[in-house]
Nanobody, 128 residues
Framework: VQLVESGGGLVQPGGSLRLSCAAS????????IGWFRQAPGKEREGLSC??????????YYADDVRGRFTISRHNAKNTVYLQMNGLKPEDTAVYYCARNSYYSGYYCPLTHVTYTYWGQGTQVTVSS
């Protein structure tokens, strides 16, 4: 099981980035996948997740990113995306995707404790 994030970088405030989370060793559409971030000196924060229902997955968002970030899944590419618009300096952090091993169906949590497989992270820096 492996998750690999990509798409991070330096962007100006108000800009956009699309992060990718490519999975191998398992099928993404049968598993809940979450996006998290961690800034220096802060706890890991849940941003969004997409539930593990093959035909009717649900998406959940933290209040801080709802309306700015969009999670999606491309089953054929076995990849989950996080489209981030309207980026702010406080969005600067290392972003991680993770697979949840406990929840399936229509629900996924935004807390990190039930996510057992993690990618290595990708740095997002929002600065002018």
């Amino acid at each position: 099981v492996q998750l690999v994030e990509s798409g991070g970088g330096l962007v100006q405030p108000g800009g956009s980035l699309r992060l990718s989370c490519a999975a191998s060793g398992f099928t993404l559409d049968e598993n809940a996948i979450g996006w998290f971030r961690q800034a220096p000196g802060k706890e890991r924060e849940g941003l969004s997740c997409i539930s593990g229902h093959v035909n009717d997955s649900r998406s959940y968002y933290a209040d801080d990113v709802r309306g700015r970030f969009t999670i999606s899944r491309h089953n054929a590419k076995n990849t989950v995306y996080l489209q981030m618009n309207g980026l702010k300096p406080e969005d600067t952090a290392v972003y991680y995707c993770a697979r949840n091993s406990y929840y399936s169906g229509y629900y996924c949590p935004l807390t990190h404790v039930t996510y057992t497989y993690w990618g290595q992270g990708t740095q997002v820096t929002v600065s002018s």
